[in-house]
């Protein structure tokens, strides 16, 4: 699952639930029921362009969380917490595929189930993962947000 529908997600799960102590476990746990649906493959060959795409979808995740902390501003606090726990697992893959982390006791297991989940990572997983991101971006537009300016 790309990373913008990790943080949309965790956006989401904010606003509607508004209960920290709900909604954060709840954040967290997306990640992984969303790695378990089909999604795309990101087999991009080139480090290079590698690299962009993660700096363009890093820009895009923080600019929609921003813009969501605007919209809902007495929950701006647990709209990002929300939004960076949704994503958080995969900050680890570069650990994971350098090594620093596959090896490590803890995180081994974590990694190994992190691993597996992703049973169905294909190119054509970009129709639904933008489906999904299009439900969630529609849902979050309607949600009865008041535009502070």
């Given at each position: ?135 969630l971006i529609i849902f979050l537009l309607s949600s009865g947000a008041h535009p502070i300016i």
């Amino acid at each position: 699952m790309t990373g913008l529908n990790h943080a949309l997600t965790g956006i989401s799960i904010a606003i509607v639930v508004k209960r920290p102590e709900l909604a954060v476990p709840l954040a967290f746990l997306s990640h992984f029921i969303l790695d378990m649906t089909p999604h795309s493959l990101m087999d991009i060959a080139s480090k290079k362009t590698f690299r962009g795409y993660l700096i363009v979808e890093a820009i895009t995740m923080v600019t929609v969380t921003i813009v969501a902390m605007l919209l809902f501003p007495d929950q701006w606090f647990l709209i990002g917490l929300c939004a960076v726990l949704a994503f958080l697992p995969d900050m680890l893959w570069p650990f994971y595929h350098n090594g620093s982390l596959r090896e490590k006791r803890f995180f081994r297991p974590f990694y190994l189930f992190h691993q597996k989940i992703q049973w169905s990572e294909t190119k054509r997983g970009f129709v639904f993962e933008g489906l999904y991101g299009a439900v969630l971006i529609i849902f979050l537009l309607s949600s009865g947000a008041h535009p502070i300016i």
